[in-house]
């Protein structure tokens, strides 16, 4: 089966600038995680989407960052206006978890894309 | 707050030796546990889960993982090291019940299996 697709590979932007990513989950897959991955560090969930809804957007800096999953398929994550701070990779991931009650599955990874502000 | 640390950045290993990659986590209530392999410009690859049951896990490409709860502990092992497993192996856990739907991840170890 096909993986998860993310749009760009690489972005570079000046700060204040604006940027967006796309992705693209496996088929079938009702939630949807976006996650940012700063060198050296692991990555930390922006954003989880169960079909089109925000189940957890906890950690998402709500004044520059937003995402949405219109139809329930594939997602946008887009950065107005960007920080020297988020330079980072941004990584996909999607899962077959539904309804949150189930846990146990594992979400598999799209291969990122990485941003640079100067 | 739940939370993964992976007390080593970097450990190296000849190739043909066994290999450890130690993981201790922070949980509320029963976890469920992960392992993921990042090789450079890819994104993160699954290779085992423990839930429930057997404290070893068997994974994808030999390796396997011991759940040990006395010492919240979730080290990913492999018999035999080769060159190919040289790659950044991130431990993560999520909690088994309650509002935390987080994949936490651990800051990452680098393996190194020289030849």
């Known amino acids: 089966e096909a993986g998860v697709a993310q749009s760009p590979r690489y972005k570079i932007i000046e700060k204040r600038q604006s940027v967006a990513f796309w992705c693209n989950p496996i088929?079938?897959?009702?939630?949807l995680y976006w996650y940012q991955q700063i060198l050296g560090q692991g990555p930390k969930l922006l954003i989880q989407?169960?079909?089109?809804?925000?189940?957890?957007d906890s950690q998402l800096p709500k004044d520059r960052f937003s995402a949405e999953r219109l139809k329930g398929v594939d997602s946008t994550l887009k950065i107005q206006p960007a920080k020297l701070e988020d330079s980072a990779v941004y990584l996909c991931?999607?899962?077959?978890?539904?309804?949150?009650?189930?846990?146990?599955?594992?979400?598999?990874f799209g291969p990122g894309t990485r941003l640079t502000v100067t | 707050a739940q939370s993964v640390a992976q007390p080593e950045d970097q450990v190296n290993v000849a190739e043909g030796n066994p290999l450890t990659v130690k993981c201790t986590y922070s949980?509320?209530?029963?976890?469920?546990l992960f392992w993921y392999v990042q090789y450079p410009n890819r994104g993160l690859q699954f290779l085992l889960k423990?839930?429930?049951?057997?404290?070893l896990v068997k994974g994808s490409y030999g390796f396997e993982a011991e759940f040990n709860k006395s010492q919240t502990s979730f080290h990913l092992k492999k018999p035999s090291a080769l060159v190919s497993d040289s790659a950044l192996y991130f431990c993560?856990?999520?909690?088994?019940?309650?509002?935390?739907?987080?994949?936490?991840f651990g800051s990452g170890t680098q393996l190194t299996v020289l030849p």
């Open positions: 423990y839930i429930t049951g057997d404290n």
């Open positions: 949980v509320s209530g029963n976890p469920y």
């Open positions: 989407f169960q079909n089109n809804g925000v189940v957890d």
């Open positions: 991931a999607s899962s077959l978890e539904v309804g949150g009650t189930v846990m146990t599955y594992e979400q598999y």
């Open positions: 088929s079938g897959h009702a939630t």
């Open positions: 993560a856990v999520r909690a088994f019940s309650g509002s935390a739907r987080q994949l936490t």
